[in-house]
């Protein structure tokens, strides 16, 4: 496991990360959303003992991770801005990998990069954005590492490109090989392959969260009543967000979605249907009750 | 060896393949230069030896030969510093190795050693190739293998120490420029700084032998010591002294080593996020401010406080604060790329400024100190003595010198004479406001007066009666005098003598022979003074032992070496009786110049042609070779009457007929000397090129004809 103890760090006045606390558990994808600046690619640095927090600590296992070869051997980085040995091809960086993992696996990586169509003896240099990024991925799925670091991982990938990535990532976690960390500015990136979310407001932690427990346990309620009634009437459920307009009102509820559906008909409404909420709508009604104001514009997701 | 920890082999291999263009670049460079500098050399000196066979072999000591490297190895150890440090000034390079499974210790050391190891590459081959060439051209050579060795090892060192230098300076700074800045700041401002301090001292007081003393003199620092030494700068040293000075090696490697364990320190503790920057923190930068405004500012205020200022040196203090704040602005600029930060620099500014004040007056008082300096027998436990190769500067690869400079001479009445004698000088110069000679005292020694904690080194000037009582009291010293015997053995040196009497090699080596064996002859007192003074007829005699070029400086005089003067002359005199056309064309010039007065051969003389076309001049000049007659040694001219110069015509015309030479010379002796010097025409020069022409290579351009006239005139 991964645990995250109250990491701070400050890029001299500047807060980037402010007390944040997390528990990563063993094969799973952990995602972290959040704004442009809000502290996604420096937790993932931490995380990678690459910043050392100014206070807290990160521990893999029980072993802190900074400076720490031991621990490092077991996780593979692969930033936002790429980087590769000057005038290195893939061979010559699949050579510089298996000196330094020892898991490195070169069938591995040949069958990756046939599967990405990449030309092996290229240089680098010479690949588009969306190919060097193409190549970093294989690279860091090669070296068999126990965790992937990915920081905007999805920049520059066309969407067949994309789901070949996310399909890989789903098989390496499936094997139960490995616990992928995963940094994006887009939800909707994230949704479909995270089994846990966090999302980093401002240096801050404002959720943390399973996905299948946001999407099954929030849940929209549109209902409607032929007597007038208020948001009292509901008083006993967990109402994350009461809007009513008109004789119809839309209710964010949290919770288990049979047993509300059992005790809103138990009260006669003339109107009442669940719609499924996206995770957007989840996190923005989280994020108000929380008392942070902000809409989907701002948090640029 | 794949521990992660402290080094990685694995990762030292990537390293070492990743810098290899460099390193190969460097190998076939210096490989290149070597050979084809071997090749030229000796192919020029084959051709040469086809024109005469009175040349020696080439002396290769291995350390002058070898100076280019001091210009190659800066450019190589930059580019291999800046290529294994530069992902620190990336963010996506600082994170990327970052991130890799290897303590910071292991990543420092792994790449520092790629990059050693091709340097030693380099250095290696360089040697290995210059060892193959010579041993290949070996019939030309006369070869310090252990000098070549030596040199190469101080090369490395001078590289190494620039490296962990350069380690330290990327470490501490974030983008190329600042790390070029800072390595040049690291390895050169500090001793720049007492450098100037050194200078300002030099130039402000009498009498002191330029000498820094102890760890404070750039000898011992090969990077600062090579580089100021080529500039000129702060030179009481030559380049030879530096590269075979062992404690330069044992002082370069210590503070090589102190650069490194800085900078694993430095790239320990640099945070990651720091890519890009200029300097990583702000004491760095404070410190590297107050040195900028320390190094730009001193000469301006001690300048100023030694001279009791005047409006002129405080428009140099102005012109230097000026100079300051742009450059703080530059550096600032180079360093945050935002040239409004300046304003962070003005407290290293200010702290600067009062160090500089406070340097001022410190420097000031040392040379008050230094110029009322007098030594007595109570404050002087010994004394050194050593001879000064031009009345200006001593050369420490003068032989004498550096055996001369290590024997400590406690005899007390040799330390009053010389203690009088300095203040006598000291006098002379503070009157006359110069250090040069005066018509009494007119031979300079250098006399180090040894205090119980300070050594105090002076240029004492000395007359006569000084010198006969200081060989006389230093005869007795078997130490001192044993050094005054010593000569290398013929066949060990190379020969060069560049004085009027034009010998060639064979003939220069034979004068060498016998001048020695008078020398070796001489008792001690004349001895002493024959090579205390200069003479206008010094043979130089170059040799190497241990990598060092030596030069022994042998007087020759009529007082002290009588024989070799007179074996010169008649090898002057033979080459002009050998030209049987020429000195009969010159007889019968003279005898019909004799009785016209308006030809003054002491003078501008007369020209003659032979009838092949060639045209030569003739002059008389009465010369003393006499060591103690020194106004007489240079070309003088004398206040003859006619009557005279028609008695030396004819005594000229009389020997020229007889082809006399030389036999005995006394002291006291005067010499006719008949030059006849050819004339070439402006055309000769366009059409000729003398050096390849076999013709002109063996024809004398320039013939000297001795008469003795005894003490005549």
Not at chain 1, 267 to 290: A, D, K
Not at chain 2, 338 to 353: D, M
Request: aromatic fraction near 12%; include cysteine; hydrophobic fraction near 40%.
């Amino acid at each position: 496991m991964i645990e995250i103890k109250n990491v701070c760090k400050k890029f001299d006045r500047f807060e980037a990360l402010k007390n944040i606390s997390s528990n990563i558990e063993e094969g799973s994808i952990y995602g972290m959303v959040g704004s442009n600046g809000a502290g996604k690619s420096t937790l993932l640095r931490v995380l990678a003992g690459i910043y050392k927090p100014d206070n807290g600590v990160v521990e893999f296992n029980s072993k802190v991770v900074y400076n720490n070869p031991d621990v490092k051997k077991d996780i593979c980085f692969v930033g936002d801005e790429l980087f590769f040995l000057p005038g290195a091809n893939l061979k010559n960086m699949a050579s510089f990998y298996k000196d330094i993992y020892d898991d490195f696996n070169i069938d591995k990586f040949k069958e990756l990069v046939a599967s990405f169509k990449l030309d092996i003896s290229k240089n680098i240099g010479y690949f588009s954005k969306g190919m060097r990024r193409q190549a970093a991925i294989i690279l860091a799925l090669s070296t068999n590492a126990k965790y992937l670091l990915f920081d905007e991982t999805f920049d520059g990938l066309d969407p067949v490109v994309r789901r070949h990535v996310k399909n890989l990532l789903y098989d390496k976690v499936l094997q139960g090989e490995t616990t992928i960390i995963i940094s994006s500015h887009s939800l909707r990136e994230l949704e479909d392959l995270c089994d846990h979310l966090i999302l980093i407001h401002q240096g801050g932690l404002v959720l943390d969260s399973d996905v299948l427990d946001l999407k099954t346990h929030k849940f929209k309620v549109q209902v409607a009543f032929k007597e007038d009634f208020d948001k009292t009437k509901f008083d006993g459920f967990e109402i994350i967000n009461f809007v009513k307009q008109g004789s119809v009102a839309n209710i964010i509820i949290n919770g288990n979605k049979d047993e509300v559906y059992d005790r809103l008909s138990s009260l006669n409404p003339i109107l009442l249907e669940i719609l499924p909420l996206t995770l957007e709508e989840v996190f923005i009604y989280e994020m108000e009750s929380l008392g942070y104001c902000c809409k989907l514009e701002e948090l640029a997701m | 060896m794949n521990d992660k920890k402290i080094f990685s082999f694995n990762l030292y291999k990537s390293v070492f393949l990743q810098i290899k263009i460099i390193g190969i670049i460097g190998i076939v460079l210096s490989v290149f230069i070597s050979c084809t500098r071997i090749i030229n050399e000796a192919s020029s000196y084959k051709a040469y030896l086809k024109h005469t066979d009175t040349y020696g072999k080439i002396i290769v000591s291995g350390v002058t030969d070898n100076e280019y490297l001091v210009v190659i190895i800066p450019f190589i150890i930059l580019t291999l510093g800046i290529l294994i440090w530069h992902f620190q000034n990336t963010r996506s390079g600082s994170d990327f190795y970052h991130s890799l499974p290897y303590t910071r210790n292991a990543l420092f050391l792994s790449r520092f050693l790629a990059a050693t190891s091709w340097f030693f590459l380099i250095i290696l081959s360089s040697l290995v190739s210059q060892l193959i060439c010579y041993g290949f051209n070996s019939q030309w050579y006369v070869i310090d293998t252990k000098g070549i060795i030596l040199m190469h090892i101080s090369m490395f060192l001078y590289g190494f120490q620039a490296l962990c230098a350069i380690s330290l300076g990327c470490a501490l700074t974030g983008n190329v420029l600042s790390n070029c800045i800072t390595s040049g700041m690291i390895i050169f401002l500090p001793r720049f700084i007492t450098s100037l301090a050194f200078e300002l001292i030099d130039s402000a007081t009498i009498l002191r032998v330029n000498n820094v003393p102890g760890l404070l003199n750039n000898r011992y620092n090969l990077d600062v010591g090579i580089i100021f030494s080529d500039l000129g700068f702060n030179q009481d040293f030559d380049f030879t002294e530096i590269v075979t000075c062992k404690a330069s090696y044992v002082y370069t490697i210590i503070l090589s080593i102190i650069y490194l364990l800085l900078a694993m320190i430095v790239f320990n503790k640099r945070k990651s996020e720091y890519a890009g920057q200029g300097a990583i923190s702000k004491p760095v930068r404070f410190v590297i401010c107050v040195a900028i405004v320390t190094a730009i500012n001193i000469v301006s205020f001690v300048t100023f406080i030694n001279s009791e200022g005047g409006y002129q040196d405080v428009w140099e203090i102005v012109a230097t604060i000026l100079v300051t704040i742009f450059v703080l602005g530059l550096y600032e600029f180079v360093s945050s790329k935002r040239i409004s930060y300046i304003y962070k620099a003005i407290p290293g500014f200010i702290v600067g400024l009062v160090l500089t004040i406070l340097i001022s007056f410190g420097l000031d008082f040392i040379i008050d100190n230094i110029n009322n300096y007098t030594p007595t027998l109570d404050n002087t436990k010994s004394v050194t003595l050593s001879v000064m190769c031009n009345n200006i500067n001593a050369i420490e690869t003068n032989y004498l010198i550096s055996q001369t400079k290590s024997i400590e001479i406690k005899d007390e009445e040799v330390i009053d004479i010389l203690s009088n004698a300095f203040e006598k000088s000291k006098e002379q110069a503070k009157k006359d406001n110069f250090d040069f000679a005066s018509e009494e005292r007119n031979i300079a020694v250098i006399v180090g007066f040894k205090g119980f904690i300070f050594d105090n080194k002076r240029i004492v000037w000395l007359n006569e009666d000084e010198i006969n009582n200081l060989a006389a009291r230093l005869e007795s010293n078997a130490k001192y005098k044993k050094v005054y015997y010593d000569y290398p053995d013929v066949k060990k040196v190379s020969v060069n003598y560049d004085g009027p009497f034009e010998l060639d090699y064979n003939k220069a080596n034979e004068v060498y022979s016998i001048a020695v064996q008078e020398l070796k002859s001489l008792d001690f007192k004349d001895c002493f003074y024959a090579r205390l003074t200069n003479s206008y007829n010094d043979f130089n005699v170059d040799f190497s032992r241990n990598g060092k070029k030596y030069n022994v400086s042998i007087p020759l005089s009529q007082d002290y070496t009588p024989e070799a003067m007179s074996e010169m002359m008649n090898y002057r005199i033979d080459e002009l009786n050998s030209n049987t056309e020429l000195k009969n064309e010159l007889i019968k010039k003279l005898e019909g110049i004799s009785n016209d007065s308006s030809v003054d051969l002491f003078d501008y003389g007369a020209e003659f042609s032979l009838t092949n076309g060639k045209k030569y001049s003739i002059r008389f000049a009465l010369h003393s070779y006499s060591c103690k007659d020194r106004a007489s040694i240079t070309a003088h001219e004398y206040s003859l009457s006619e009557q005279d110069k028609k008695e030396i015509i004819e005594t000229a015309i009389e020997a020229l007929k007889t082809g006399q030479s030389i036999e005995k010379i006394d002291a006291n002796d005067k010499f006719l000397c008949v030059y006849v010097s050819r004339i070439y025409d402006d055309d000769y020069y366009e059409n000729y090129d003398a050096y390849y022409q076999d013709e002109d290579l063996n024809e004398v351009s320039d013939y000297i004809y001795f008469i003795n006239m005894k003490d005549k005139y």
